[in-house]
């Protein structure tokens, strides 16, 4: 194997970008496919507690640490009435879910996920029905959750056993609104009309909501930004993020290419923030929104989405292999990159559909993205550091000569504790790292945990669930200021530090 010449990574405490949002570290759950049933709840199985839920979902999950969880949509919003799902399980109505041609039972709805939330020990991320739902439909759910009881639909929340109120604070106008699939898709400047309002009556229920407006749902849209724009003009004063979705994939088989995907989602992600600075400067405002990145993943290998109109279909079932865990890598690299434009993001989604854990009626496997995503968590906190990196490159057939190294840093003044997170893109060479700190050093690093392998389709499968693992190696000494390493071709290397 051959060695590339040396990669830096200049790091100073003092060169910071802003604080990471640990709401950076969210999942989605959506009533699609076999992710709340089968997956999150499954009171038939062995496997579940006294709720209903997976306890060794709940397990897996864990380790994630989720921050906030994103419910119930997604597609399935925009056709979804929350009455349908509380209540005397017995009286729930079945539905046609239209959003993915599948049987809705109604068995698990807001009291449920509030359960499953309080198990993760998360917070909820509630979106409201923008498709078919009434601006009203949208504030009642505010007073079922939040308000103390006294008043109707208080009344009706503890009459269904949970007499404290959830106190939700971050919430959904919609999903993907712009998007011609979308039921009761609307044009920017109604849908923002209609979430103006439906936000006013929200925080009139309730004044600490924090309320989050459907940017583009992807920048491929032919509305892309100019939907941000207007939906951002008319409630701006009313909303605290705006958020956008993005799926990526690997659709040539070009893995030089995918791995380089951060330059699509950077220009994503620079443009709305820029979207959102020019529209703070136009309306001369003092209030700020931030991005929330409440949809991404890897997603194209598995595109079955219709459920024949039954319960819990098994759809959009990714596998996700070693070159989808490096592209997961280098998005949580790109979150600290962007640590002050983007305070929320939500992996789609957590279990089963598109998910880092795939469940059967035995157990679960956990998916090589799995391992990345549990790694920002566990070590991304504090300030994002704006290292500089210096790096050889190597070509690429759709974006020219990029990178070979793929960086962000970490450090928590609180803790002393820093961490550095480096993607190795190449597929054949090793890439000799020195990490130089310009402010004081660390005295030590604490550990080295690493993700690599020789084959970008290896995943892991319930057949052989062990793959992709992070192995835990040495860790070099740092000595006059500076650490180094050899980072393995197709790699994703965190290395803590502390003092
Ligand atoms: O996460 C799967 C689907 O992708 C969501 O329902 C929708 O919002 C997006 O298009």
């Known amino acids: 194997m051959t060695t590339l010449p040396l990669a830096r990574v200049y790091l100073d405490a003092n060169r910071t970008i802003s604080e990471i949002s640990p709401l950076l570290f969210g999942g989605f759950a959506e009533h699609m496919g076999r992710c709340i049933y089968q997956g999150i709840y499954d009171p038939a199985s062995p496997l579940a507690d006294e709720k209903g839920l997976r306890r060794d979902v709940i397990a897996a999950l864990k380790e994630l640490n989720f921050r906030i969880i994103r419910y119930p949509g997604g597609n399935f919003l925009s056709g979804y009435h929350w009455l349908d799902g509380v209540g005397p399980k017995d009286k729930r109505p079945r539905r046609r879910e239209l959003a993915w041609q599948s049987i809705e039972t109604n068995q698990f709805g807001v009291n449920e996920f509030m359960e499953f939330c309080r198990a993760l020990g998360t917070r909820p991320l509630l979106g409201t029905n923008f498709g078919t739902g009434s601006i009203e439909e949208s504030a009642s759910l505010v007073e079922y959750c939040n308000a103390a009881p006294g008043s109707a639909y208080a009344d009706l929340r503890a009459a269904h056993g949970y007499p ?34 439906a936000a006013k009556m929200m925080k009139w229920h309730d004044s600490s909501l924090k309320l989050s407006l459907c940017g583009s749902s992807g920048f491929g849209m032919p509305t892309f930004p100019e939907w941000d724009r207007t939906a951002l003009e008319i409630c701006w004063e009313q909303t605290d993020y705006l958020s956008l979705h993005t799926y990526v994939g690997n659709r040539e088989n070009d893995t030089a290419s995918y791995l380089a995907v951060p330059f699509d989602l950077e220009y994503q992600v620079d443009t709305l923030e820029a979207t959102l600075r020019y529209v703070k400067a136009k309306l001369r405002s003092k209030h700020d929104v931030f991005l929330s990145w409440d949809e991404w993943n890897v997603w194209y290998k598995a595109q079955n989405m219709q459920g024949g109109w039954t319960e819990a279909p098994h759809l959009i079932e990714e596998v996700y292999n070693l070159e989808d865990a490096l592209v997961v890598a280098q998005w949580m690299n790109l979150f600290l990159r962007r640590a002050q434009a983007l305070k929320m993001a939500c992996l789609a989604q957590i279990v089963n559909v598109i998910a880092p854990i795939l469940t059967d009626a035995n157990g679960l496997v956990k998916q090589t993205i799995f391992y990345p995503f549990r790694l920002f968590s566990q070590y991304a906190k504090g300030l994002a550091l704006d290292a500089l990196v210096q790096t050889p490159r190597y070509a690429t057939a759709k974006y020219g000569d990029a990178p070979v190294l793929d960086a962000s840093a970490s450090w928590d003044a609180a803790s002393d504790e820093g961490a550095v997170f480096l993607v190795n893109r190449s597929q054949s060479e090793s890439l000799p790292v020195e990490l ?29 669930p062990n793959t992709i693992l992070p192995a835990s190696l040495a860790a070099p000494e740092i000595k006059d200021q500076r650490a180094a390493l050899l980072l393995p071709p197709l790699s994703f290397t965190v290395i803590t530090t502390n003092s």
């Open 436 to 464: 130089i700190w310009q402010s004081q050093a660390p005295q030590r690093i604490s550990g080295v945990y690493q993700i690599a392998g020789d084959d970008p389709k290896a995943a892991n499968t319930f057949a052989s």
């Open 164 to 197: 404290e109120p959830h106190g939700v604070q971050y919430w959904c106008l919609g999903n993907e609104m712009d998007g011609p699939w979308q039921i009761g898709h609307l044009e920017a400047e109604a849908y923002a009309l209609k979430a103006r309002e």
